[in-house]
């Protein structure tokens, strides 16, 4: 089974990283990702899970909060009875709820502390930066203690403390004790294999639980894609699709996945020297999608996002990624490997930072070279 062969501590998973949006397809993944469960192994129908990352969107953008609701209630309302009957709705490995629709804070509670002393406090901007960087120093302690510090210390009025004390409290996402373990532990590491003195600022922080939302993010978004059995991006509408080779430079031994993605904007120049899945996203499939999310009502009943289960599950785009999903999940485990190096290998080559920059010095060398087509009396004007 996975578990063993690839000496997993997590379950199997398929991950898709993008904003909830109709372009990125996430009724389309989660549908792709029901049927190729019905042809998988036993033990690894039991074991494997989907799951669909965003960043928690701003308060302009409640379109995507809108259709996260959605995605919910599709996945509610799937009808598993084609399942053995310890995956159907109710039963021990009920795949509904192996199905992780997660929207990640964007803010950890002391930034959001911060943001509420700004507003609710008239400072001006640099005594507001330096209380900033001191509540940042003391992130490690809870909200109601950092505020008694900064009272005592006469940073801030009681007043204003008992203000930005009022329930509830600033919250966001936390910087756990096992992530603060795992970072040590990379830092120690990084210190005997590269560089004697390591990294003290980020080990500061750390200690601290310091970091920021978005730095906790990258965190948890990193070991998601280090670790996923099947990356998806099953975009039809995208600019480069970095998340693609942010995807496929991952290396976590013991972990290799493989990467499925729609051949639309920039990544199919990546498809075209990186090893991943591809899927065809004929333009009339594209309309149809962004056609159907646009016709969603506010609250879809069951038979309703049933029967939109079944009009996706017939696309050919949809066929081909329940297909490259399976094959993904049950290929055994050195094909795997095989086409995760090369990969890795296609993106260090052709996309990394250092060959980007050679890139655009080259462009400019060449730039440089170039005589310019000037007008001939610009020319008579050069020449004397």
């Known amino acids: 089974s996975p578990k063993v062969g690839r000496n997993a501590r997590v379950p199997p998973f398929v991950l898709e990283v993008s904003r909830f949006d109709p372009y990125k397809g996430p009724l389309e993944v989660i549908t792709g990702f029901v049927e190729a469960v019905k042809a998988l192994p036993e033990q690894l129908q039991e074991e494997i899970c989907l799951v669909l990352v965003s960043t928690q969107p701003g308060v302009d953008d409640q379109s995507s909060v809108r259709l996260s609701k959605i995605m919910q209630s599709f996945v509610d309302s799937l009808d598993l009875e084609a399942l053995p009957e310890g995956q159907r709705a109710g039963g021990p490995w009920d795949l509904r709820k192996r199905i992780f629709i997660l929207m990640l804070d964007d803010k ?22 330096g209380i900033a960087r001191e509540i940042q120093e003391l992130a490690e302690f809870p909200i109601k203690q950092i505020l008694e510090r900064l009272d005592t210390c006469g940073l801030i009025s009681r007043e204003l403390a008992e203000q930005c004390g009022e ?16 970072v040590l532990e990379v830092l120690a590491n990084s210190r005997a294999e590269r560089h004697p003195a390591g990294d003290p600022v980020i080990q500061r922080r750390a200690e601290q639980g310091s970091f920021t939302g978005k730095e906790l993010n990258a965190f948890e978004v990193s070991a998601l894609q280090s670790a996923a059995l099947v990356t998806v991006q099953f975009s039809s509408k995208e600019g480069f699709g ?23 904007g920039g990544i199919r120049s990546q498809a075209e020297v990186c090893n991943f899945l591809t899927v065809e996203y004929p ?22 996002l049933r ?16 297909e490259h999903v399976r094959h993904g999940a049950t290929m055994p485990d050195h094909e795997r490997q095989r086409m995760s190096r090369a990969a890795r290998n296609g993106v260090l080559k052709h996309f990394s930072t250092w060959v980007n920059v050679r890139n655009i010095l080259h462009g400019i060398e060449k730039a440089a070279s170039l005589q310019p087509d000037l007008p001939p009396e610009w020319k008579r004007a050069r020449s004397k």
């Open 167 to 182: 329930e509830p409290l600033p919250t966001g996402i936390t910087f756990t004790s096992e992530q603060r373990k795992a």
């Open 307 to 322: 029967d939109v289960f079944k009009e996706i599950s017939i696309r050919k785009s949809v066929r081909a990624l329940t």
């Open 242 to 264: 970095l998340t693609v080779s942010e995807s496929l430079i991952k290396e976590l031994p013991g972990y290799e996945g493989v990467l499925v993605g729609t051949l639309v």
């Open 283 to 304: 333009p009339e499939e594209a309309a149809a999608s962004l056609a159907r999310y646009r016709a969603l009502p506010e609250r879809p009943d069951q038979a309703y």
């Open 108 to 129: 950890a509670p002391w930034e959001r502390l911060v943001d509420r002393m700004a507003h609710k406090g008239d400072l001006d901007p640099d005594r507001m930066a």
